[in-house]
DNA sequence: CCAGTCTTAGGACTAGGTACTAACATGTAG
DNA sequence: CTACATGTTAGTACCTAGTCCTAAGACTGG
């Protein structure tokens, strides 16, 4: 019965993390205990209750909106030929902008060209080692951002990719990235 | 009397808006009146019982934590010169890296510099024009990034700002900043 | 002074627990 | 086989933060 039991707390954890809002009655259906097991189960493994879990959840998430939100995966991609090419749009907004100028942020243009980079290389692990990057204009709220990504060398050392960013044709944003790539690096 | 209990009722609103964690009976307390005046009042408002509310923001967090978060002032800055030196530290956590490898996505570094390059400046405008940057080592969650700003020329035209990051005094990053400021600028 | 609004009080009930005691099942070691 | 440990289940009393409902005061304008 031992397995059953450290196997049970597993998965408790595991569900719990997944979804806190379960309340006991329910997880002893689920798990096909009774309820005051789980209440155990919790009790061994310093779960607190329901409306403790809520709350810390949330409390979390007033504690986060302090420190401001944006994207993981900075931009859309919206075309991907790996080694080759890519391209992904990202319209600025006013979470981009420095709020007394509405000028973009340079660090979301160089974020989403990076990304880019990073995307288009055909490999497990890419990584930046070196950039030299070139703002041509100024981007403000509204406008979109369209970065394009060419691979220029690829040797076995690494990988230089070439990003232009346009908003209407113009170039706003210029960047050459040396990349290396898993299975040619030492460090 | 009428007043009073609209008065009442737009602090209620209010004080909930912004901490929704508060029972009735603490806010009876506030308002000095009865806990069921405060019932009373929720009701009439369509407002929820504490565990509601506070179900309510951590279902938004949940939603949230997909399209993921970043902070808008990358890093915190510890000690600031204008026009001199500069010092910003930046934990590495769960968020920042490549679920896969564990391993810092590099805009964040970027960001970090460049956050801390427009800091430094000391005018009205300031905009990265060129940048030149090197990734000499990963960083890991659970490290803490420390970057380190040097106004290293500074011209009427142009200031150009080096930055140097490190964790437990080993480089993980450097950077020069072509910047140009708003006295300076055309564009 | 009386009606209507507002406020307060109290009782019965609920969910989702905590904390504790007690019974019982199962398995393993001597 | 007995004895003790581990694990599970059941039940009780109590808690918080409410809901829903009834009823009684308090205040105020006409």
Do not use: C, W
């Not at 504690?63 to 993981?72: G, T, Y």
């Not at 907004?93 to 980079?117: M, W």
């Not at 232009?164 to 706003?172: D, L, P, R, Y």
Request: hydrophobic share 40%; aromatic share 4%.
């Amino acid at each position: 019965m031992k397995r059953k039991k450290k196997e049970r707390q597993q998965l408790l954890i595991e569900t719990l993390e997944k979804n806190p809002f379960i309340t006991d009655e329910a997880l002893a259906e689920m798990f096909d205990v009774s309820v005051q097991t789980i209440r155990l189960d919790r009790l061994e493994l310093s779960i607190p209750e329901v409306r403790e879990r809520i709350k810390h959840v949330a409390k979390e998430r007033l504690d986060e909106i302090k420190a401001l939100p944006l994207e993981e995966v900075i931009g859309e991609i919206i075309d991907l030929r790996l080694d080759q090419e890519a391209i992904s749009i990202m319209d600025i907004t006013e979470e981009h902008v420095f709020s007394r100028t509405g000028i973009a942020r340079g660090h979301y243009l160089f974020a989403q060209a990076n990304s880019l980079a990073v995307a288009i290389i055909d490999d497990e692990l890419a990584l930046t080692r070196k950039a030299t990057i070139h703002f041509h204009r100024q981007v403000k709220a509204g406008e979109r951002v369209v970065a394009k990504a060419i691979v220029t060398d690829s040797s076995a050392k690494q990988t230089v990719v070439e990003v232009t960013s346009k908003v209407n044709q113009e170039i706003v944003f210029h960047g050459e990235f040396m990349m290396y790539r898993s299975d040619s690096d030492t460090n």
